[in-house]
């Protein structure tokens, strides 16, 4: 073909026109593909492609909305929002719970946002957009701490002892194209300081780790009405207070937090972007979701669970047995305190090392029993444990979250108070005070072992003071837990275990004595009896001393012969 000819070029002109048609309708569709249009108010499932951004729209806004969020929610996976098709900073977010507020010009009925991945890969999720009136309070507008000029995101860290929750502070409300109010200006009743926060609280269900609970969770959580209706109101504060919040770490239970801000003045009320936590990662081998359950962890409350059983229904009966596990109890958690916060040595071997020195700290206690026969100071030490297990109770209680307890001082002086009270009733009642003790310590090391396998908040009725003696700024903390229907479950496996095992050892043990003889005790009130009764046989027996070398004589030495004999004539 000759494209020379003048005749040709026309239709060279045209390949290239249809050519550039074609490229132009392709990007077209795939903006198309990746753009998201969203309703105020209702939730929508967003994928987010590999490499690729999804255009996140809203349109025919009504004229009396004066601002937008959007947040948009993932398992465990972050993801940036952003105003911009490329995210800069400043005008972007980046976590695993995001939001963005956008404020509306006069005539605005259009609003989008940008979203993809940090790292390129493919997430999904879901979004809301929520609108707002002039009267509504602008979480976030006070924002002088985070990159974003208006922040409605509640920041979010947690290590194994705490979950800490920041968030910036709020203005009153305002009208299109108006100026926003001056933060820090005046303190009066007509500025942000009039404004009231509230943080609530939402537990997923206790060991479901699912992406489908998560979602349902925050449809149920995500605004003003439903997290009133369905979360838990832990405190209420002004805009003079802290906005840094921090709570008792949960791993493995999934945890919904938000702060709805409040216009007294006007009866209004704005949320801010919900978070959620598990305390644990998906992405870890360190602090992994599904590696909550350790083996060691496993084999170590098991067998304190079978022993707890044990001492539960037959522990006074047994008195040493009983004695070697009390012992064995208090020595392994002063011993784990201590080498926790004096070592850094893997979880393994600390729990390897606390067992070893509870065997130490059970044998002792038995020994000094068996030595001494002080059975007084025993039961006080048994008394001890209960009056720790009972104090610890009264704080896992409402009681805990009163603002005097957060002073350390305060705290370890009213739980030292009700531990040291408990063992005054056993010097009225010591045998009372033991059985007493054996129900109720027993059959919480049954709750603990059940914890081993699944998940039950029980366990931080100890975990919690744990936590309070290994981590100073664990004071300052919410110690706020759910209790539902494994809780439920296993509180009645405890008051059963713990009722049933106190009646049984009270009806065996009535016509027996209080306590079992001392060994020790009755060995040398035996040795006296026998220096003192001539008419005892045993009185002219040689000493043991004196038998022992005696028979190694008897070994050791040849037998002469006696000579001559004569037989014995009958």
């Not at 809301?128 to 208006?150: H, K, M, R």
């Not at 080498?339 to 065997?359: C, K, Q």
């Not at 009270?421 to 090391?445: D, H, K, M, Q, S």
């Not at 009725?461 to 539902?484: C, E, G, Y």
């Amino acid at each position: 073909m000759d494209w020379t000819d003048p005749g040709k070029m026309p239709l060279k002109r045209e390949c290239l026109v249809v050519l550039l048609v074609l490229s132009w309708v392709s990007s077209l569709r795939a903006q198309d593909e990746n753009r998201v249009m969203f309703s105020l108010g209702t939730f929508q499932n967003v994928s987010v492609p590999v490499n690729g951004t999804v255009h996140a729209v809203v349109s025919r806004i009504p004229a009396d909305v004066s601002f937008l969020t959007l947040q948009f929610h993932t398992h465990h996976r972050n993801v940036t929002l952003s105003y911009t098709p490329i995210p800069l900073y400043g005008s972007s977010v980046t976590a695993a719970d995001a939001g963005l507020l956008s404020t509306l010009t006069l005539s605005q009925t259009t609003v989008s946002w940008f979203l993809k991945t940090p790292d390129g890969s493919s997430a999904a999720g879901v979004g809301v957009i929520l609108p707002y009136t002039s009267a509504d309070p602008v979480p976030g507008a006070c924002n002088q701490e985070f990159p974003l000029e208006i922040d409605p995101n509640i920041y979010l860290q947690y290590n194994l002892f705490e979950t800490t929750i920041t968030f910036a502070p709020a203005n009153i409300g305002y009208g299109r194209g108006e100026s926003p109010p001056a933060c820090d200006v005046d303190t009066d009743s007509s500025t942000r300081w009039r404004l009231v926060y509230e943080l609530y609280q939402y537990f997923l269900p206790e060991g479901d780790l699912s992406e489908q609970s998560l979602i349902s969770s925050l449809e149920r959580a995500a605004n003003v009405q439903n997290m009133q209706d369905n979360g838990r109101k832990v405190v209420s504060l002004s805009s003079h207070d802290r906005t840094q919040f921090s709570f008792s770490s949960l791993p493995g239970q999934g945890v919904i937090f938000s702060v709805i801000v409040r216009d007294p003045v006007l009866n209004t009320s704005a949320s801010y972007i919900p978070v959620h936590t598990y305390a644990c990662s998906f992405n870890s081998t360190l602090d992994g979701c599904s590696d909550l359950g350790r083996v060691s962890s496993k084999v170590f409350f098991t067998v304190m669970g079978l022993a707890g059983l044990f001492v539960c229904f037959v522990g006074h009966r047994f008195f040493k047995c009983e004695l070697f596990c009390m012992g064995f109890c208090f020595m392994a958690f002063i011993f784990f305190v201590l080498i926790t916060t004096t070592t850094t040595l893997e979880y393994d071997i600390r729990l390897a090392l606390t067992a070893l020195m509870g065997v130490v700290g059970g044998v002792a206690m038995v020994m000094s029993w068996w030595r001494f026969g002080s059975v007084m100071a025993c039961v006080l030490v048994v008394g001890l444990i209960l009056g720790f297990l009972i104090s610890s109770i009264a704080f896992f209680t409402p009681l805990g979250d009163i603002p005097i307890f957060h002073n350390d001082v305060v705290f370890w002086v009213v739980f030292a108070c009700i531990m040291v009270f408990v063992p005054l009733f056993f010097i009225r009642w010591p045998r009372e005070g033991n059985i007493i003790t054996c129900g109720v310590v027993g059959g919480y090391a049954v709750v603990l072992a059940v914890n081993a396998y699944t998940y039950t908040s029980l366990s931080y009725i100890t975990l919690d003071v744990l936590k309070r003696l290994l981590n100073h700024n664990f004071s300052r903390a919410f110690i706020s837990v759910p209790l539902q229907d494994i809780d439920f479950i296993m509180i009645t496996v405890w008051v059963v275990l713990g009722v049933s095992g106190i009646v049984m050892q009270l009806y065996r043990e009535k016509s027996r004595p209080f306590f079992p003889p001392s060994p020790y005790v009755m060995w040398k009130q035996e040795r006296e009896r026998r220096k003192t009764n001539v008419l005892d046989p045993s009185h002219h027996k040689p000493s043991l001393s004196a038998r022992i070398l005696g028979r190694i004589r008897q070994l050791t030495q040849r037998t002469e012969p006696a000579g001559e004999t004569t037989p014995l004539l009958f």
